[in-house]
């Protein structure tokens, strides 16, 4: 019986751990690319042009654990403008994938020029 309950607790505890990993996914991924938008946006403040290897290497591991539709924009270049300019592409499309009913930038653009 002791056995039992164990291995339904087990059970139980696993299945609270799949669901907050699902439950916390966007965060986690918005987290990791506001990383690296911070560290791109400081180097490109700063007058750097080339991203160091191991920075991109940070990048291209992070950009691989997002869901596909959303790692589509991501031009892996050595240069921070073009890197930074895709991530923010990329974080656009997580904000889409998350909250669709809120129109990007660009939509906007075309909603006060039509309107």
């Known amino acids: 019986m002791i056995d039992q309950t164990n291995t339904r607790i087990e059970e139980m505890e ?3 751990k799949r ?3 699902r439950r916390y996914a966007f ?5 990791l690319t506001d990383k690296h938008l911070w560290r791109l946006e ?3 403040r700063d007058g750097v ?3 160091p290897p191991p920075v991109r290497e940070e990048i291209r591991v992070t950009i691989e654990q997002l869901p596909d539709h959303c790692k589509e924009p991501f031009r892996d270049s050595e240069q921070v403008q073009e890197t ?3 991530v923010f592409a990329v974080q656009e499309r997580l904000f889409r994938w998350r909250h669709p009913e809120f129109p990007l930038a660009e939509e906007e653009d075309e909603l006060d020029r039509a309107s």
């Open 84 to 86: 930074l300019d895709s």
């Open 49 to 51: 042009k080339t991203l």
């Open 42 to 44: 400081e180097m490109n």
């Open 27 to 31: 965060q986690r991924m918005l987290r």
């Open 14 to 16: 696993a299945d609270v």
């Open 19 to 21: 669901e907050n990993e």
